[in-house]
């Protein structure tokens, strides 16, 4: 099948009908009649079989589309990718962070560093470590904030601020008195712990640290990014070890945060494309970033 044929097959396959995938391309019925028999002819099967007025996929061509939206998805890529090497270098910025840093250390940095560059534009998006690798190869966004480093040699990874994950406790889980102060790994013996999904990058990492916990926690609930552990901790389902970031962030009223002992590290990175001279004003932003992060952590 050629990309004309593709484009097509799936309009008809959305719409339902010759005329609705004309109107959808913005072409004539005969135009996308004539592509379809064509498309056909060169299959060797028909793809569609008219039935009460309505175009019905055939099973070979229900067969067939899903190779087809593979090929879909990478020529989105590639427009994508287009789109973003037309870009006017240095008048906008492209920011990715994990969902933790999303809504902890970004928003305020973000404030404070278009102050410094009131002219700039910036945008702004959230997604999980692997997907912001991806976003950074595909050159959708020029920064990505993660706890992660990623192991891969078109990208590079600068660390800002390091940590330790924290504990956080509803209110009432331990003493007032006991608030900030470590708690040993063996005060997690039987504790009702929110897990972490097996896709975080730390969940493996945290599993191979509470191995040595006799009883180990009891995980009943698994959640796929720190906000929403501090969440379920926050309605008083659990504890959570969980980033200290996200801790911050979470109710002074309801919850508690200790550090644990000893301490599992942590650290914040902001990763880009190597060997590429990032925008000026990155730097900027990186600064403010690490600042930040470092006020944030020294408050534990």
């Not at 135009?31 to 060797?44: D, F, S």
């Not at 700039?120 to 190869?137: K, V």
């Not at 969440?231 to 970031?245: K, R």
Request: charged share 15%.
């Amino acid at each position: 099948m050629r990309l004309r044929h593709i484009e097509i097959f799936q309009a008809i396959r959305q719409t339902g009908s010759v005329s609705g995938a004309a109107q959808l391309l913005h072409v004539s019925q005969p135009a996308v009649t004539k592509v379809l028999q064509h498309a056909e002819l060169q299959l060797g099967f028909p793809l569609f079989l008219r039935v009460r007025g309505k175009l019905h996929a055939t099973p070979e061509a229900l067969e067939l589309e899903r190779e087809v939206s593979k090929v879909s998805e990478s020529l989105q890529g590639v427009r994508r990718l287009a789109q973003s090497l037309r870009r006017e270098p240095g008048h906008s910025l492209r920011i990715g962070a994990t969902p933790a840093l999303a809504l902890s250390i970004l928003p305020p940095a973000i404030h404070q560093w278009t102050q410094h560059y009131p002219d700039i534009a910036c945008e702004l998006s959230s997604a999980h470590s692997r997907e912001l690798t991806q976003n950074l190869l595909m050159r959708e966004i020029d920064v990505a904030l993660t706890l992660q480093s990623p192991d891969h040699p078109g990208l590079t990874a600068q660390a800002l601020a390091e940590g330790v994950l924290v504990v956080l406790a509803p209110a009432n889980y331990w003493p007032a008195d006991t608030a900030g102060r470590p708690l040993a790994l063996m005060d997690l013996a039987d504790a009702p712990l929110i897990g972490l999904s097996s896709a975080d990058p730390l969940a493996a990492r945290l599993d191979s640290y509470l191995e040595a916990v006799e009883p180990a926690p009891r995980i009943r609930i698994a959640v796929q990014t720190y906000s929403l552990a501090r969440a379920m901790v926050e309605s008083g389902a659990g504890l959570a070890v969980i980033d200290p970031f996200t801790a911050l962030g979470a109710s002074t009223a309801t919850t508690r945060i200790r550090p644990l002992a000893p301490a599992l590290p942590i650290t914040l990175y902001a990763v880009t494309r190597a060997h590429e001279a990032p925008a000026h004003t990155l730097g900027s932003l990186l600064h403010i970033v690490s600042n930040n992060a470092r006020q944030a952590l020294a408050r534990l």
